[in-house]
Nanobody, 126 residues
Framework: QLQACGGGLVQAGGSLRLACAAS????????MGWFRQAPGKEREFVAA????????VYADSVKGRFTISRDNAKNTVFLQMNSLKPEDTAIYYC?????????????????????WGQGTQVTVSS
């Protein structure tokens, strides 16, 4: 089970930190990802992190602004979002890819993630 939190309303240029807590799984063995869905659009990849924390990948639209990290001791993955823009407004979902995990090259493929959180709303005002 995945539980995401940390969303909210922020002005453009501001920051938010999302967190996703996992329970009932061997968290440290899972690739973890963040996706988002804006109104009227399909869900899209944001960022992902390999199970050992040794590799990250980001969507071009968030590179240099967002950082994904994990704390295996707390079974939690984070998404630090800085320099937020109105186009970052969306529902953000965390997802977990269980073993055997996808290779690094496939981290952005949402079809490879078996578990999904309920989503947390991020709204960026201009």
């Amino acid at each position: 089970q995945l539980q995401a939190c940390g969303g909210g309303l922020v002005q453009a240029g501001g920051s938010l930190r999302l967190a996703c807590a996992a329970s009932g799984v061997t968290f440290r063995s899972y690739n973890m990802g963040w996706f988002r869905q804006a109104p009227g659009k399909e869900r899209e990849f944001v960022a992902a992190l390999r199970w050992g924390g040794q590799g990250t990948v980001y969507a071009d639209s968030v590179k240099g602004r967002f950082t994904i990290s994990r704390d295996n001791a707390k079974n939690t993955v984070f998404l630090q979002m800085n320099s937020l823009k109105p186009e970052d407004t969306a529902i953000y979902y965390c997802a977990a890819d269980r073993p055997p995990v996808a290779p690094y090259s496939a981290l952005g493929n949402e079809r490879l993630y078996e578990y999904w959180g309920q989503g947390t709303q991020v709204t960026v005002s201009s």
